[in-house]
């Protein structure tokens, strides 16, 4: 992300997972367990994510993507930063690839794997084994339409709530490909590693200890567009 507003910055710790738990002061910290991005490509430019793009320009590892004539790689949303000239193989070895071919060039859940040391916007304590302080947590949706772009919860029970009650259009790291709007509560539903009713009530029980300092929850949803079906 790239702040539009004067005076703020944006930090990278981690892209995709979260550990957290709270310290002996009863602040919430959160840790990356991982050491490195592993990331959707289609959709990802130099107009949507300029510094993805900048990080994944070597020691990058990609999976089920297209690749061009003059040793690069394609996917959707590239198609005004390459070269018109070159041709290209689709990831399942159609060669001389265009849209009139009737099928993506790459893979809809195709990836990029690449170091996180290499993006230009990782926080100073990325690596720190005390994590970074927590302050807010965002759950956000993809919703086209009727669900603004954010609003906060009046407090915890509210925000667990907006979390559990979240729908949104399904992607590709989904197990539907149609873009349906599906029930997605905590934008979790494909990693659910046990009973949804014992991860409702853990959210629940974390305000239970008095001396812990519960961080504001917010809903945000970067996907609505407008009339003309435009990005908001």
């Known amino acids: 992300m790239t702040p539009s507003l004067p005076g703020f910055k944006v930090q990278c710790v981690g892209d995709d997972i979260a550990w957290m738990k709270f310290d002996e002061n009863g602040q ?135 979390g559990a009650a979240m729908r949104s259009e399904a992607t590709a790291a989904a197990e539907h490909k149609k873009k349906e709007v599906m029930h997605d509560p905590f934008a979790m539903r494909p990693f659910f590693g046990y009973n949804f009713g014992h991860y409702l009530q853990h959210w629940l029980d974390m305000e239970r200890d008095q001396s812990r300092v519960l961080p504001k929850i917010f809903h945000v949803n970067w996907f609505r567009k407008n009339s003309k079906g435009e990005f908001i």
Not at 34 to 60: D, L, R, Y
Not at 106 to 134: L, Y
């Open 28 to 162: 919430l910290r959160a840790i990356n367990p991982e050491n490195g991005f592993f990331g959707v490509a289609p959709g990802t430019s130099f107009k949507t994510n300029p510094i993805a793009m900048k990080t994944i320009q070597s020691n990058t590892i990609f999976t089920n993507v297209a690749k061009t004539s003059d040793g690069g790689v394609f996917w959707e949303g590239l198609e005004k930063e390459v070269d018109p000239n070159v041709e290209i193989t689709s990831w399942t070895g159609t060669k001389n690839w265009t849209k009139k071919s009737g099928k993506p060039a790459a893979h809809p859940n195709s990836r990029f794997c690449t170091p996180a040391f290499q993006c230009s916007s990782m926080d100073p304590m990325w690596e720190d084994p005390k994590g970074v302080p927590i302050s807010a947590i965002l759950f956000g949706s993809r919703r086209p339409q009727g669900i603004p772009l954010v609003y906060e919860a009046r407090d915890w029970k509210h925000g667990v709530m907006m």
